[in-house]
Protein backbone atom coordinates (compact mmCIF):
# COMPACT_ATOMS: atom_id res chain seq x y z
CA UNK A 1 0.00 0.00 0.00
CA UNK A 2 1.50 3.66 -0.78
CA UNK A 3 0.03 6.87 0.08
CA UNK A 4 0.38 10.01 -1.91
CA UNK A 5 -0.21 13.52 0.22
CA UNK A 6 -1.28 16.99 -1.34
CA UNK A 7 1.40 19.53 0.50
CA UNK A 8 -0.15 23.22 -0.17
CA UNK A 9 2.52 25.89 -0.03
CA UNK A 10 2.50 29.39 0.09
CA UNK A 11 5.30 31.80 -0.23
CA UNK A 12 7.55 29.34 0.34
CA UNK A 13 5.72 28.18 3.80
CA UNK A 14 3.75 25.04 3.99
CA UNK A 15 0.33 25.18 5.98
CA UNK A 16 -0.12 23.53 9.04
CA UNK A 17 -3.11 21.27 8.01
CA UNK A 18 -0.71 19.73 5.05
CA UNK A 19 2.06 18.90 7.33
CA UNK A 20 -0.97 16.93 9.88
CA UNK A 21 -1.67 15.37 6.42
CA UNK A 22 1.77 14.23 5.79
CA UNK A 23 2.25 12.75 9.77
CA UNK A 24 -1.16 11.36 9.36
CA UNK A 25 -0.40 9.57 6.26
CA UNK A 26 3.07 8.49 7.56
CA UNK A 27 1.51 6.72 10.35
CA UNK A 28 -1.50 4.94 7.97
CA UNK A 29 1.57 3.21 6.71
CA UNK A 30 3.71 2.64 9.08
CA UNK A 31 7.64 1.32 7.99
CA UNK A 32 6.15 -1.19 5.35
CA UNK A 33 4.79 1.14 2.56
CA UNK A 34 6.05 4.25 0.84
CA UNK A 35 4.47 7.73 1.26
CA UNK A 36 5.07 10.47 -1.49
CA UNK A 37 4.54 14.13 -1.56
CA UNK A 38 2.98 16.45 -3.89
CA UNK A 39 4.16 20.13 -3.73
CA UNK A 40 2.15 22.28 -6.01
CA UNK A 41 3.62 26.63 -5.59
CA UNK A 42 5.70 29.05 -6.99
CA UNK A 43 8.55 28.70 -4.23
CA UNK A 44 9.38 25.17 -4.04
CA UNK A 45 12.81 25.17 -2.99
CA UNK A 46 12.01 26.05 0.65
CA UNK A 47 8.79 23.85 0.87
CA UNK A 48 10.65 20.91 -0.18
CA UNK A 49 13.59 21.85 2.79
CA UNK A 50 10.87 22.41 4.76
CA UNK A 51 9.29 18.57 4.88
CA UNK A 52 12.85 16.68 4.26
CA UNK A 53 12.97 16.03 7.95
CA UNK A 54 10.16 13.47 7.20
CA UNK A 55 10.62 10.49 5.49
CA UNK A 56 9.38 10.90 2.40
CA UNK A 57 10.30 8.35 -0.16
CA UNK A 58 9.85 11.01 -3.28
CA UNK A 59 8.44 14.35 -3.35
CA UNK A 60 6.73 15.51 -6.69
CA UNK A 61 7.82 19.47 -7.45
CA UNK A 62 5.35 20.91 -9.13
CA UNK A 63 5.77 24.79 -10.41
CA UNK A 64 2.89 26.78 -10.90
CA UNK A 65 4.99 29.18 -13.14
CA UNK A 66 3.52 32.12 -13.85
CA UNK A 67 0.24 31.32 -11.87
CA UNK A 68 -0.42 33.49 -9.19
CA UNK A 69 -4.04 31.56 -8.02
CA UNK A 70 -5.06 28.67 -7.59
CA UNK A 71 -6.51 26.72 -10.55
CA UNK A 72 -8.46 23.77 -10.77
CA UNK A 73 -7.21 22.30 -13.66
CA UNK A 74 -3.52 23.18 -12.88
CA UNK A 75 -3.86 20.74 -9.81
CA UNK A 76 -5.61 18.06 -10.99
CA UNK A 77 -3.39 17.95 -14.40
CA UNK A 78 0.05 17.80 -11.53
CA UNK A 79 -2.18 15.55 -8.76
CA UNK A 80 -3.07 13.32 -12.15
CA UNK A 81 0.74 12.85 -13.56
CA UNK A 82 1.77 12.36 -9.93
CA UNK A 83 -0.75 9.38 -9.30
CA UNK A 84 -0.29 8.13 -12.70
CA UNK A 85 4.07 7.93 -11.79
CA UNK A 86 3.07 6.24 -7.94
CA UNK A 87 -0.51 4.38 -8.04
CA UNK A 88 -1.06 4.79 -4.75
CA UNK A 89 -3.70 3.25 -2.83
CA UNK A 90 -4.84 6.30 -0.90
CA UNK A 91 -4.44 9.80 -1.84
CA UNK A 92 -4.69 12.56 1.33
CA UNK A 93 -5.63 16.16 1.08
CA UNK A 94 -5.90 18.71 4.09
CA UNK A 95 -9.54 20.06 4.39
CA UNK A 96 -8.75 23.48 3.52
CA UNK A 97 -10.49 25.23 0.61
CA UNK A 98 -8.57 24.13 -2.33
CA UNK A 99 -8.02 20.41 -0.81
CA UNK A 100 -12.10 20.15 -0.43
CA UNK A 101 -12.26 21.46 -4.16
CA UNK A 102 -9.39 19.11 -5.66
CA UNK A 103 -10.95 15.97 -3.58
CA UNK A 104 -13.94 15.26 -5.49
CA UNK A 105 -12.16 16.15 -8.19
CA UNK A 106 -9.83 13.78 -8.62
CA UNK A 107 -11.99 10.65 -7.14
CA UNK A 108 -14.26 11.20 -9.60
CA UNK A 109 -11.47 11.35 -12.38
CA UNK A 110 -9.94 7.89 -11.01
CA UNK A 111 -13.73 6.47 -10.51
CA UNK A 112 -12.55 6.28 -6.16
CA UNK A 113 -14.33 5.85 -3.49
CA UNK A 114 -14.03 9.76 -1.04
CA UNK A 115 -14.30 10.53 2.08
CA UNK A 116 -14.53 14.33 3.50
CA UNK A 117 -13.51 16.24 6.16
CA UNK A 118 -12.19 12.93 8.39
CA UNK A 119 -11.72 13.25 11.50
CA UNK A 120 -9.64 9.62 12.12
CA UNK A 121 -8.36 7.16 9.41
CA UNK A 122 -7.36 3.81 9.60
CA UNK A 123 -6.44 1.20 6.70
CA UNK A 124 -6.29 -1.97 6.68
CA UNK A 125 -6.23 -5.07 4.28
CA UNK A 126 -6.95 -2.70 1.28
CA UNK A 127 -9.99 -0.71 3.30
CA UNK A 128 -10.01 2.51 4.51
CA UNK A 129 -11.84 3.07 7.77
CA UNK A 130 -12.84 6.67 8.94
CA UNK A 131 -15.20 8.51 10.83
CA UNK A 132 -16.69 11.88 9.77
CA UNK A 133 -19.20 14.41 11.84
CA UNK A 134 -22.31 14.91 10.01
CA UNK A 135 -25.54 16.98 10.31
CA UNK A 136 -23.62 20.23 12.40
CA UNK A 137 -21.48 17.42 14.01
CA UNK A 138 -24.24 15.41 15.92
CA UNK A 139 -23.43 12.69 14.60
CA UNK A 140 -19.79 10.63 13.69
CA UNK A 141 -20.43 8.31 10.73
CA UNK A 142 -17.86 5.74 10.45
CA UNK A 143 -17.63 4.80 6.59
CA UNK A 144 -15.90 1.90 5.01
CA UNK A 145 -14.42 2.15 1.72
CA UNK A 146 -12.39 -0.75 -0.47
CA UNK A 147 -11.72 0.86 -3.89
CA UNK A 148 -8.45 1.42 -4.94
CA UNK A 149 -7.41 4.09 -5.05
CA UNK A 150 -9.29 5.64 -2.17
CA UNK A 151 -9.31 9.83 -2.15
CA UNK A 152 -10.10 11.59 1.88
CA UNK A 153 -9.23 14.96 3.11
CA UNK A 154 -8.88 15.22 6.60
CA UNK A 155 -10.56 18.20 9.07
CA UNK A 156 -8.06 20.90 10.16
CA UNK A 157 -6.18 21.24 13.45
CA UNK A 158 -7.74 17.49 14.50
CA UNK A 159 -4.92 15.23 13.69
CA UNK A 160 -0.86 15.43 15.30
CA UNK A 161 1.66 16.87 13.31
CA UNK A 162 5.21 14.85 14.08
CA UNK A 163 7.82 13.35 12.55
CA UNK A 164 7.03 9.59 12.22
CA UNK A 165 9.17 7.66 10.35
CA UNK A 166 12.34 9.47 10.90
CA UNK A 167 15.07 6.98 11.51
CA UNK A 168 15.90 5.72 15.14
CA UNK A 169 19.17 8.70 14.53
CA UNK A 170 16.58 11.44 14.21
CA UNK A 171 17.91 11.65 10.50
CA UNK A 172 15.29 10.93 7.64
CA UNK A 173 16.30 9.15 4.33
CA UNK A 174 16.55 12.37 2.19
CA UNK A 175 13.68 12.00 -0.19
CA UNK A 176 14.03 12.16 -4.16
CA UNK A 177 12.80 15.25 -5.56
CA UNK A 178 10.89 14.94 -9.33
CA UNK A 179 9.87 17.60 -11.18
CA UNK A 180 6.80 17.59 -12.66
CA UNK A 181 5.51 20.10 -15.86
CA UNK A 182 2.31 21.24 -16.30
CA UNK A 183 0.33 19.75 -19.25
CA UNK A 184 0.10 22.22 -21.84
CA UNK A 185 -3.90 21.62 -22.64
CA UNK A 186 -3.90 23.34 -19.06
CA UNK A 187 -3.12 26.44 -20.97
CA UNK A 188 -7.61 26.62 -21.80
CA UNK A 189 -8.81 26.60 -18.67
CA UNK A 190 -11.90 26.66 -17.80
CA UNK A 191 -12.00 28.09 -14.01
CA UNK A 192 -9.42 30.03 -12.49
CA UNK A 193 -9.54 32.48 -9.45
CA UNK A 194 -8.98 36.14 -10.77
CA UNK A 195 -8.37 37.40 -7.37
CA UNK A 196 -8.10 36.87 -3.89
CA UNK A 197 -9.43 39.40 -1.26
CA UNK A 198 -8.12 39.58 2.20
CA UNK A 199 -10.03 40.36 5.23
CA UNK A 200 -8.92 43.64 6.61
CA UNK A 201 -8.87 42.61 10.35
CA UNK A 202 -5.34 42.34 12.22
CA UNK A 203 -6.11 40.21 14.67
CA UNK A 204 -4.50 36.67 14.26
CA UNK A 205 -6.29 34.40 12.78
CA UNK A 206 -7.62 31.59 15.73
CA UNK A 207 -6.75 28.81 13.51
CA UNK A 208 -3.63 29.81 13.61
CA UNK A 209 -3.09 31.30 16.74
CA UNK A 210 -1.24 29.20 20.19
CA UNK A 211 -3.24 30.63 22.65
CA UNK A 212 -7.16 31.54 22.13
CA UNK A 213 -9.69 33.47 24.64
CA UNK A 214 -13.13 32.45 23.71
CA UNK A 215 -16.27 33.78 24.27
CA UNK A 216 -20.13 32.43 23.94
CA UNK A 217 -23.69 33.50 25.12
CA UNK A 218 -22.33 34.05 28.56
CA UNK A 219 -21.05 37.30 27.08
CA UNK A 220 -24.50 38.99 26.99
CA UNK A 221 -23.21 41.00 24.47
CA UNK A 222 -20.82 42.22 21.00
CA UNK A 223 -19.72 45.18 23.69
CA UNK A 224 -18.60 42.53 26.77
CA UNK A 225 -15.82 41.23 24.23
CA UNK A 226 -13.52 44.24 24.56
CA UNK A 227 -12.40 42.54 27.64
CA UNK A 228 -11.57 39.03 25.89
CA UNK A 229 -9.79 41.30 23.46
CA UNK A 230 -7.84 42.98 26.39
CA UNK A 231 -6.96 39.43 27.78
CA UNK A 232 -6.13 38.21 23.93
CA UNK A 233 -3.69 40.71 23.68
CA UNK A 234 -2.10 40.23 26.95
CA UNK A 235 -1.64 36.85 26.34
CA UNK A 236 -0.57 37.51 22.74
CA UNK A 237 -3.30 35.08 21.35
CA UNK A 238 -6.83 35.48 19.41
CA UNK A 239 -10.36 35.76 20.26
CA UNK A 240 -12.65 33.17 19.12
CA UNK A 241 -16.23 32.48 19.56
CA UNK A 242 -19.32 29.79 19.99
CA UNK A 243 -21.86 29.33 17.11
CA UNK A 244 -24.32 31.25 19.26
CA UNK A 245 -22.15 34.30 19.64
CA UNK A 246 -21.79 34.50 15.96
CA UNK A 247 -25.32 33.77 15.37
CA UNK A 248 -26.76 36.62 17.21
CA UNK A 249 -24.07 39.01 15.68
CA UNK A 250 -21.79 39.43 18.37
CA UNK A 251 -18.78 38.41 16.76
CA UNK A 252 -17.75 37.51 12.87
CA UNK A 253 -18.28 34.19 11.03
CA UNK A 254 -14.40 33.63 11.14
CA UNK A 255 -13.85 33.57 14.81
CA UNK A 256 -16.54 31.08 14.94
CA UNK A 257 -14.90 27.44 16.79
CA UNK A 258 -16.63 24.47 16.39
CA UNK A 259 -18.39 21.75 14.26
CA UNK A 260 -19.60 24.63 11.96
CA UNK A 261 -16.52 26.87 12.53
CA UNK A 262 -13.27 26.38 12.86
CA UNK A 263 -11.54 23.11 14.14
CA UNK A 264 -8.67 24.43 16.68
CA UNK A 265 -5.58 23.19 18.25
CA UNK A 266 -3.67 25.59 20.87
CA UNK A 267 -1.70 25.45 23.62
CA UNK A 268 -4.50 27.18 25.81
CA UNK A 269 -8.14 27.68 25.23
CA UNK A 270 -9.77 30.42 27.66
CA UNK A 271 -13.50 29.33 27.17
CA UNK A 272 -15.36 32.31 28.74
CA UNK A 273 -19.40 31.88 28.98
CA UNK A 274 -19.36 28.62 27.28
CA UNK A 275 -21.56 25.81 27.95
CA UNK A 276 -19.43 23.42 25.94
CA UNK A 277 -22.45 21.53 23.86
CA UNK A 278 -20.96 18.79 21.56
CA UNK A 279 -20.75 21.29 18.29
CA UNK A 280 -18.09 23.33 20.22
CA UNK A 281 -16.48 20.78 21.59
CA UNK A 282 -15.72 19.01 18.63
CA UNK A 283 -14.17 22.29 17.51
CA UNK A 284 -11.32 22.80 20.24
CA UNK A 285 -11.13 19.43 22.35
CA UNK A 286 -8.06 19.06 20.99
CA UNK A 287 -6.64 21.88 22.77
CA UNK A 288 -3.61 20.92 24.67
CA UNK A 289 -4.74 22.90 27.94
CA UNK A 290 -8.33 24.06 28.26
CA UNK A 291 -9.35 26.49 30.79
CA UNK A 292 -13.16 27.20 31.64
CA UNK A 293 -14.75 29.88 33.24
CA UNK A 294 -18.66 29.87 33.97
CA UNK A 295 -21.04 30.74 36.75
CA UNK A 296 -22.54 27.36 36.15
CA UNK A 297 -21.11 24.51 38.06
CA UNK A 298 -23.18 22.48 36.22
CA UNK A 299 -21.97 23.34 33.00
CA UNK A 300 -20.96 20.66 30.25
CA UNK A 301 -17.28 22.21 29.89
CA UNK A 302 -16.09 21.25 32.84
CA UNK A 303 -16.59 17.97 32.25
CA UNK A 304 -13.66 17.96 29.96
CA UNK A 305 -11.74 20.86 30.46
CA UNK A 306 -8.67 21.29 32.81
CA UNK A 307 -8.86 23.47 34.56
CA UNK A 308 -12.50 25.02 35.53
CA UNK A 309 -13.14 28.38 37.35
CA UNK A 310 -16.98 29.08 38.29
CA UNK A 311 -17.89 32.59 39.00
CA UNK A 312 -18.71 35.65 37.23
CA UNK A 313 -16.34 36.28 34.42
CA UNK A 314 -16.99 40.03 34.05
CA UNK A 315 -15.15 39.97 37.09
CA UNK A 316 -12.49 36.92 37.11
CA UNK A 317 -11.11 37.97 33.22
CA UNK A 318 -10.16 41.71 33.91
CA UNK A 319 -8.32 40.31 37.19
CA UNK A 320 -6.84 37.47 34.76
CA UNK A 321 -5.97 40.21 32.46
CA UNK A 322 -3.94 42.31 34.90
CA UNK A 323 -2.12 39.44 36.32
CA UNK A 324 -1.31 37.96 32.63
CA UNK A 325 0.47 41.88 32.41
CA UNK A 326 2.11 42.03 35.88
CA UNK A 327 4.03 38.43 34.21
CA UNK A 328 4.65 39.57 31.14
CA UNK A 329 5.37 43.54 32.04
CA UNK A 330 2.96 44.92 29.59
CA UNK A 331 0.87 47.96 30.75
CA UNK A 332 -1.47 47.50 33.90
CA UNK A 333 -4.28 49.72 32.09
Known sequence: MGVMVLIEERDGVIGSSSLEVLSEGLRVVGSDAAVSAIIIGNHLEASIRAIESYDIRIIYSCDYGSEQNYSPEVYRDFLLQAYALELPSVILLPGTDIGKDMAPRIAAHLKAGLATDCISI?????????????????????????????????????????????????????????????????STKRSRVREIVHSNRKSLDVSEASII???????????????????????????G???AAVDAGWRPHPDQIGQTGKTVSPELYVACGISGAIQHKV?????????????????????????GIVGDLFQIIPALTQEVRKIKGGPLG
Open 122 to 186: DVSNGVLKAERPIFGGKIIQKVRIATNPVVATLKRNTFKRSDFGSSPDGKANKPIVKRLQSDEKT
Open 213 to 239: VSGGRGMKGPGNYAILEELATAFGGAV
Open 241 to 243: ASR
Open 283 to 307: GMINSKCIVAINRDPNAPIFKFADY
